[in-house]
């Protein structure tokens, strides 16, 4: 008698050949064969030339998305900020106007060096010729004034501690403590009108030897919203959990509205393993033993979803890993469109290698490629 057996695979499995043992029993009479399964992508993906078209396509539409930020009065003014020097320690050194930094250069949660206390405090710069003091409007502490770049007056306000939750003090490596927040509130406008809000919540790490808060963070959040025609929207957060197995947990949220397509742009990010703290209690390593990270963007109706899985992770003896095995999935408007699996070697861990993925496989409708072979197609990597 023949039966046929039927097996089926999960989307998320990813391509490669795996070994089976099939039992089957009739009565009394049992047998046991051992198989081959050889899993490769499904008719359902795309084929390279048609993933890189789509992502291209997607590309293009979050860039449009981005210019429509940059150009909004909001951000134009934050990016501008007001003159450097002479605010009372809240110079952002290192800030630039690219990137997410640029959205807080006016304010800088870090005093300068020899400055233990937050900025507090008013500082109308709405004159650059003649800067004036003045008192923020309660419950804010710090008041920030200048011209926006079509002379509108822009303010940012800061409350320190939120709701009443005073700020600690916290030391850094060296043993000095400076006043640090917990919970926080920023406030921004444009010629009176809100145009963005921040809100920040930290607990931070008591050390025992220290007797002391340090500054690093065990959970944190950052969250709130920036445009006046086009609004970006974002949503951080930042976890250690200690015990048995350590996590460390991250995750962001973009998205934009006003903005035509609208877009968001997210990741989540698990670390499993063992974390070590140095004599002064900060954290000196992460042993990984594995992880996920899930990025997913999307603009308009278009969408992608990356989904990388850390299966094993190889140590040198000066404690910089030297293997990481991988595999996952590419989905487009939810559908499977590549799997990849493989590793990256130390050369690719370590920066070495200009061009990293010479033992990633991508796996296509049409065929594959080495993840190193698709970045140079795609210009990423010098040919």
């Keep these: 008698m023949t039966q046929a057996l039927t097996l089926s695979v999960g989307t998320s499995v990813a391509t490669g050949t795996y070994n089976l043992r099939v039992k089957a029993t009739s009565g009394r009479l049992t047998k046991t064969a051992d198989l081959s399964l050889e899993v490769t992508a499904g008719s359902s993906g795309l084929s390279q030339q048609e993933f890189n078209q789509a992502w291209n396509n997607h590309t293009q539409a979050q860039q449009q998305v981005f210019n429509q930020l940059s150009n909004d009065p909001a951000f134009q003014a934050i990016v501008q900020g ?3 020097g002479g605010m009372g320690g809240t110079s952002p050194q290192g800030l630039g106007p690219q990137g997410p930094l ?3 250069k006016p304010l800088s949660l870090i005093p300068l060096q020899g400055e233990n206390d937050l900025p507090r405090g008013g500082y109308d710069y709405t004159d650059p010729q003649n800067p004036q003091t003045y008192t923020p409007t309660s419950p804010y502490d710090l008041g920030l004034k200048w011209r926006a770049p079509n002379n509108q007056v822009a303010e940012l306000l800061v409350d320190w501690d939120k709701n009443g939750t005073s700020t600690i003090q916290a030391q850094n490596r060296s043993g000095q403590s400076y006043e640090t927040p917990r919970k926080s509130r920023a ?9 963005g809000q921040a809100d920040f919540d930290a607990s931070w790490y008591f050390c025992q030897s220290r007797n002391a808060y340090i500054q690093e963070p065990t959970n944190l959040r950052f969250n709130g919203f920036l445009g006046q025609s086009a609004r970006l929207n974002w949503d951080f957060s930042y976890q250690v959990t200690e015990g048995a197995q350590d996590t460390i947990q991250s995750s962001l949220t973009l998205s934009t509205s006003g903005t035509n397509p609208t877009s968001s742009v997210s990741y989540q990010l698990t670390l499993n393993g063992d974390l070590t703290r140095g004599s002064d209690c900060f954290m000196q390593g992460f042993t990984l033993q594995s992880g996920s ?6 603009a308009g109706q278009d969408s992608f979803a990356f989904q990388i899985n850390v299966t094993q992770i190889q140590w040198g003896q000066n404690g910089q890993p030297t293997r990481v095995d ?3 999935y590419v989905d487009e408007n939810n559908r499977r469109a590549l799997t990849f699996s493989g590793y990256l070697d130390a050369d690719d861990l370590s920066g070495q290698d200009s061009c990293p993925g010479e ?7 049409d065929g594959s490629t080495t993840l190193e072979a698709w970045l140079r197609s795609q210009g990423y990597c010098q040919p």
């Design 82 to 84: 007001p003159p450097q």
């Design 102 to 104: 640029g959205l807080l």
């Design 187 to 195: 406030n921004y406008t444009l010629e009176g009108q809100q145009v």
């Design 293 to 298: 990270f899930n990025f997913t963007s999307q």
């Design 326 to 328: 991988l595999n996952g």
């Design 359 to 365: 033992n990633v496989t991508l796996t296509f409708a």
